[in-house]
Structures are given as C-alpha cells and as structure tokens.
C-alpha cells in the first residue's frame, strides 16, 4: 500500500505530536484511575513535579489518593503542593492541615512509613514555619 506524500507528512506530524500524544496518554491514565486502578492514580500523580504544565491533573488525583490517608508519601507531595500553589491555589492553612496529618501517619506507622528521617525533620520544620508565616506559634 503507498503512501501518498501528504498522507505520509500527516502520519510524520502525528507522530512528532509529543504533547498530543502525551495528552492521550494522560487521558487514558485518567480514564483507567476513574474505574479505580490504583497504579493509573500514582501515574497521575507523578506528574508532579516532573511536568508543570500538568499539575492541575497532578494535584487532582494526588488530592484523591491522600483523601485515602494511606500513603504518607502523597500527604507530604498534597502539603507541598497547597504550600506552592501547584496546580491549585496556594492555600497555607491546607498545606499546614496536610503536614500535619502526614507527621501524624508516620508516627502511626511507625518503622513502616516510608518516610525517612530527614523527611521528618523537613515536615517538623514545615509545621513550625507555616504557624508562623499564619500566626499560629501558640496552637
């Protein structure tokens, strides 16, 4: 079957579409952690801090699994999302309301957080500044 010279220049343009492809892919992902498939959800979620031009989807289905409150590692990624403003409103007293309930999981989970130590004192130090910064020190 030959190709005439549009159709093959057409072909080579769809191809080299990296963003449209990349947006059917995200679609997809979207579709299949709609449904409930859990590893689409964390695909999602990794888009975050790799690809700003996605964060609203980022922040859209980092927001959903922490909702779960099962993975200390997505609390941490929402509060930093909240602090910065990615993909959201930068939003402090949520950020706060998510490092919070993040340190709180660890501790619960004792030697199977998967958060490290250094992780820790960086939420520990999270906390003290954003109580600050929004006039909680005494709370």
Request: charged share 20%; with cysteine; net charge neutral.
């Amino acid at each position: 079957m030959a190709f005439s010279l549009q159709q093959l220049a057409q072909t080579c343009k769809q191809w080299f579409d990296i963003e449209s492809r990349r947006k059917a892919l995200y679609a997809t992902w979207e579709e299949h952690a709609e449904q409930g498939d859990s590893k689409a959800a964390y695909r999602l979620i990794a888009l975050y801090p790799a690809s700003p031009a996605h964060y609203p989807l980022a922040f859209k289905w980092t927001l959903y699994v922490a909702n779960q409150g099962e993975d200390c590692l997505v609390l941490l990624q929402l509060a930093q999302m909240l602090e910065t403003g990615a993909g959201t409103s930068a939003d402090l007293r949520r950020a706060l309301t998510w490092y919070e309930r993040t340190l709180s999981l660890h501790i619960m989970q004792g030697i199977q957080s998967p958060l490290s130590v250094s992780q820790e004192n960086y939420i520990q130090e999270k906390i003290q500044s954003l109580r600050k910064q929004i006039g909680w020190e005494n709370n």
